[in-house]
């Protein structure tokens, strides 16, 4: 099976711009989970889709938003982007997401914000 | 709330030594456990989870943990360093009957030498 697949791999913008990234989940997961990595914060948790339903959001501000589409795949949009939006962006996927399930994780978006 | 900590930020051994990778946790329900490794410009890739069967769990790479309640531990081993297992490692804990989204630990990040 082909893995959780994440584009684009870089990007760079400017503050007060918008960006969208997308992500593919392996296939036959339904559950898609986006995340945050940075070095002073760690992994911090954005929000989950399950079913093309938002089921789970961490504490992040209404600029980041995200959907999911029938077929599963997801996009995760930042609006209005700041410099501390500059970050790796995970993206991960679970087959029906239960508290075992293992978190397949994308390579990642890497967000430069100038 | 769960919540998890990793001991230690960096963690330095000789090729051939032993590795102990730190992790605590705190929950108020029997929690499942889980161990990932990130490598450069890789998402995270799961190394072993407990999911309440046997407390000892082996993973890939000679990597393995063990499950105690006492201690709310779960630490992360391996009897012989190699250099390829220079990564970021990351604890990270769910709860039965929680949210399905796993909390993840700060990361330790295990440095290798010849």
């Known amino acids: 099976k082909a893995g959780v697949t994440q584009t684009p791999r870089y990007l760079i913008k400017t503050r007060g711009q918008q960006v969208t990234l997308s992500c593919s989940p392996i296939?036959?997961?339904?559950?898609v989970s986006w995340y945050q990595q940075t070095p002073g914060q760690g992994l911090q948790f954005l929000f989950e889709?399950?079913?093309?339903?938002?089921?789970n959001k961490g504490n992040f501000p209404g600029r980041f938003s995200g959907r999911q589409f029938s077929n599963s795949r997801s996009e995760m949009n930042v609006s209005t982007l700041e410099l501390g939006d500059s970050a790796l962006y995970l993206c991960?996927?679970?087959?029906?997401?239960?508290?075992?399930?293992?978190?397949?994780f994308g390579p990642g978006t890497r967000l430069t914000v100038l | 709330a769960q919540s998890v900590t990793q001991l230690g930020s960096h963690v330095s051994v000789s090729e051939g030594a032993l590795v102990l990778l730190r992790c605590n946790y705190s929950?108020?329900?029997?929690?499942?456990l889980f161990w990932y490794v990130q490598y450069p410009n890789q998402g995270l890739q799961l190394l072993l989870k407990?999911?309440?069967?046997?407390?000892l769990v082996k993973g890939i790479n000679g990597f393995e943990a063990e499950f105690k309640k006492s201690e709310t531990s779960f630490h992360l081993t391996k009897p012989s360093a190699h250099m390829s297992d220079a990564a970021e490692y990351f604890c990270?804990?769910?709860?039965?009957?929680?949210?399905?989204?796993?909390?993840f630990g700060r990361g330790t990040s295990l440095i290798v030498h010849p």
């Open positions: 407990y999911t309440s069967a046997a407390t």
């Open positions: 296939s036959g997961h339904r559950s």
């Open positions: 889709y399950f079913s093309e339903t938002q089921r």
């Open positions: 990270a804990v769910s709860d039965q009957g929680g949210s399905y989204i796993p909390t």
């Open positions: 929950s108020s329900v029997p929690p499942y």
């Open positions: 991960a996927s679970s087959p029906v997401a239960s508290e075992t399930d293992t978190q397949y």
